[in-house]
Structures are given as C-alpha cells and as structure tokens.
C-alpha cells in the first residue's frame, strides 16, 4: 500500500502564489509518474501538471506558464508551485502516483487539499 499526503492549500487573491506539497510513503515513488489534478466544485476531474520518473513535465493548457511542477525522488515528494492565481483555479488538488513496476500496477491518490482563489 502506498500512502499519499497532501498540503499546502488555502485561501488566496487574485495573483497570489501557493505551494502544493504531495508526500508518498514508500521509496517506489521514484519509479512511478506522479501528477496533480483538480477538481472544481460541480466540473470533473482534471490533469493539472504530470512528471515522469525521469523529470520530464506536461502541463494542461490552462496552465499557461503560472505553475511549476517538480519532485524530490530522496524525500518522496512532488511539489506544485503555483503563481498568478485566477479564481478559476480554485478547486480541491490532488495528489497521483502510478506506474508499473515488476509487473505490479501503481495507481494512488491522496485525500486532496483545497484551494480558493478569491478577493
């Protein structure tokens, strides 16, 4: 089992930043894809920023260059960085590793930790 943690959301105006932070418990974390998603309240789940085991990242298109995903393989984390917040961005944020390692299917999520985006 692989346990997921996220932190770092709260209330923030219009261009202001945050800083998600995702925590996963078990070292197989550097060899699964991890990623953020949202979900805003009433809309589906959507990909926010994706990064490979071997850093590479993918962003939505609405991320428009305000946020920066990254991670940290020795600790177990994987971070988003957000800046220039738009109301629009506010949503619950969670946390996604998964990969295939062994011939064993990762897929976890965390509880998720909300954003507002407000003046």
């Known amino acids: 089992q692989v346990q997921v943690v996220e932190s770092g959301g709260g209330s923030v105006q219009p261009g202001g930043s945050l800083r998600l932070s995702c925590k996963v418990s078990?070292?197989?974390?550097?060899?699964?894809?991890a990623a953020w998603y949202r979900q805003a309240r009433g809309k589906g789940r959507e990909m926010v920023a994706t990064?490979?085991?071997?850093?590479?990242?993918n962003y939505a298109d609405f991320v428009e260059g305000r946020f920066t995903i990254s991670r940290d393989n020795p600790k177990n984390t994987v971070d988003l960085q957000m800046s220039s917040l738009k109301p629009g961005d506010t949503a619950v944020y969670y946390c996604?590793?998964?990969?295939?390692?062994?011939?064993?299917?990762?897929?976890?999520w965390g509880w998720g930790t909300q954003v507002t985006v407000s003046s």
């Open positions: 996604n590793v998964e990969g295939v390692v062994s011939g064993v299917q990762y897929d976890f």
């Open positions: 078990r070292n197989i974390f550097r060899l699964l894809t």
């Open positions: 990064m490979t085991t071997a850093g590479a990242a």
